[in-house]
């Protein structure tokens, strides 16, 4: 363990940003676009319309990522176990071994909670977009 139990799992959390970040970006560009009120007069129309954009888009995010999350916890987790103690072997071996023993929907424990930490990531989508707004327009 030492210094490298902190890194155990650094590999698949890094994996794991990309499926993240292009869902939730692609995803928020993509419904900010067929929103009808996203150049709403309505400040408040406006903003609650871009927060159900951002919202949509950060769970979406959250489910397309979280199996990589699942991994990365469990290899963290056995990392303050001895090596003969270990179960998994790495990466690969973590995903295999909970997709066989314990069926895919394994991955996804706790996604539901972690759902409700979305709120955080909806909320800077649509702050950055009204004070990009604002800024553009000289308000």
Do not use: H
Not at 37 to 43: A, C, H, I, P, V
Not at 45 to 74: E, H, M, N
């Amino acid at each position: 363990s030492g210094v490298g139990g902190l890194y155990n799992g650094i590999g698949v959390s890094i994996v794991g940003i990309i499926p993240y970040r292009g869902a939730y970006f692609g995803l928020f560009d993509t419904l900010s676009g067929i929103n009808p009120y996203q150049k709403d007069n309505n400040n408040i129309l406006r903003a609650a319309s871009k927060f159900a954009c951002a919202q949509s888009s950060a769970i979406a995010a959250g489910y397309a990522s979280y199996p990589f999350d699942t991994v990365r916890r469990r290899l963290q987790m056995q990392s303050e176990k001895p090596k003969e103690e270990w179960v998994y072997k790495g990466t690969a071996d973590c995903f295999a071994k909970i997709m066989k023993d314990e069926g895919t929907a394994a991955l996804f424990k706790g996604a539901g909670a972690n759902a409700l930490r979305t709120v955080g990531a909806a909320m800077v989508l649509v702050l950055y977009s009204e004070i990009t707004a604002a800024l553009a327009t000289g308000e």
